[in-house]
C-alpha cells in the first residue's frame, strides 16, 4: 500500500504560480511512476502529467506543457508540481496518483491521493 496526501493548493489570480507536494508514506516510493491529474467541475479526471520512478523521464499534456514542471525527491518521498502562468482553465482539483508504468490513463494507477483545489481567477 502507498498513502499519498496532497499539498499546496489554493486560489491563485492568472498569471501566476503555486507549488503542489504530494508526500507519500507506505512502500518503496522510488519504485513508482507518479503522475498529476485534474478534474474540473463536470468534467473527467484528466491527465496533467507523470514521472519515472528515476525521474529521468517527464511527458505533460499538451495543455501544460512549458508552464507546469514535474519534479521528485526519492529522499523525502515527494513529487512537485510547480504551476506557472495559471488560467482559469486550469482551475480543478489536482490529485498526485502512483503506477508502476510511466502511464497517462488514470484508470490504470493503483494508488490516490485525497486531492487538493487549485482555483484560479481572472
Known amino acids: 500500500q502507498v498513502q499519498l496526501v496532497e499539498s499546496g493548493g489554493g486560489l491563485v489570480q492568472a498569471g501566476g504560480s503555486l507549488r503542489l507536494s504530494c508526500a507519500a508514506s507506505?512502500?518503496?516510493?522510488?519504485?513508482?511512476?507518479m503522475g498529476w491529474f485534474r478534474q474540473a467541475p463536470g468534467k473527467e479526471r484528466e491527465f496533467v502529467t507523470v514521472i519515472s520512478w528515476s525521474g529521468g523521464s517527464t511527458y505533460y499534456a499538451d495543455s501544460v506543457k512549458g508552464r507546469f514542471t514535474i519534479s521528485r525527491d526519492n529522499a523525502k518521498n515527494t513529487v512537485y508540481l510547480q504551476m506557472n502562468s495559471l488560467k482559469p482553465e486550469d482551475t480543478a482539483v489536482y490529485y498526485c496518483?502512483?503506477?508502476?508504468?510511466?502511464?497517462?490513463?488514470?484508470?490504470?494507477?493503483?494508488?490516490w491521493g485525497q486531492g487538493t483545489q487549485v482555483t484560479v481567477s481572472s
Open positions: 496518483a502512483a503506477n508502476s508504468r510511466l502511464i497517462r490513463q488514470p484508470d490504470e494507477y493503483d494508488y
Open positions: 507506505g512502500r518503496t516510493f522510488s519504485s513508482y511512476a
